[in-house]
């Protein structure tokens, strides 16, 4: 079992930056990937970015340039760096670990406004 704690949502002017982090508990060791995921309302859950133990990261196009994934492995915590944010990025984010099973936790999520 892994839990995961996000914070970092807000509320933020178009052109502005956020950073959200999300931590990780549990069986950690087994975590292979982590990533985020945004639900914007009415559409389905998409991946943003996503980061491996090793540290390879890729990224959808629509925020590429704009946003940094990065990882702490010490801490056990990874991070989505999002600058010059526009209003089509609000969305609730939601922190995803896949382990090497597979299997997949989930965040509860947190929400990202970005007004114009």
């Known amino acids: 079992q892994v839990q995961l704690v996000e914070s970092g949502g807000g509320l933020v002017q178009a052109g502005g930056s956020l950073r959200l982090s999300c931590t990780a508990s549990g069986s950690i060791s087994s975590i292979y990937t982590m990533g985020w995921y945004r639900q914007a309302p009415g559409k389905q859950r998409g991946l943003v970015s996503s980061?491996?133990?090793?540290?390879?990261?890729n990224y959808v196009d629509s925020v590429k340039g704009r946003f940094t994934i990065s990882r702490d492995n010490a801490k056990n915590t990874v991070y989505l760096q999002m600058n010059s944010l526009k209003p089509e990025d609000t969305a609730v984010y939601y922190c995803?670990?896949?382990?090497?099973?597979?299997?997949?936790?989930w965040g509860r999520g947190t929400q990202v406004t970005v007004s114009s």
């Open positions: 995803n670990a896949r382990m090497v099973s597979d299997d997949n936790y």
């Open positions: 980061i491996t133990s090793g540290g390879a990261a």
